[in-house]
């Protein structure tokens, strides 16, 4: 069986996603928050339904919680700003 996955397997943008999903937001509001397309942000939720082994995104939200990816209140991510 393999490692079970810790946050640093995520990444930064695929905790971010994560974030987002569990807000219930949309491939696009995601994309949006974060200054991506929504193409890179199904990528990214591809990446984490593959490495939680899981194919919902409810699933993944559960297992970001279940597993210490994410806690009850953590703030919807924003975009860095380009300069």
């Known amino acids: 069986m393999?490692?079970?996955p810790t946050p640093?397997?995520?990444g930064l943008r695929g905790q971010q996603v994560l974030v987002g999903m569990?807000?219930?937001l949309t491939n696009a509001e995601i994309a949006g928050l974060l200054g991506l397309s929504p193409h890179t942000v199904h990528t990214h939720i591809s990446r984490l339904m593959?490495?939680?082994q899981c194919h919902e995104r409810a699933h993944a939200v559960r297992l970001g919680?279940?597993?210490g990816f994410l806690t009850m209140g953590d703030p919807l991510p924003?975009?860095?700003r380009q300069t």
Do not use: C, P
């Open 50 to 52: 593959r490495t939680l």
């Open 8 to 10: 640093s397997t995520l």
């Open 65 to 67: 919680f279940e597993r």
């Open 22 to 24: 569990s807000y219930g």
């Open 78 to 80: 924003r975009a860095r």
């Open 2 to 4: 393999a490692d079970e």
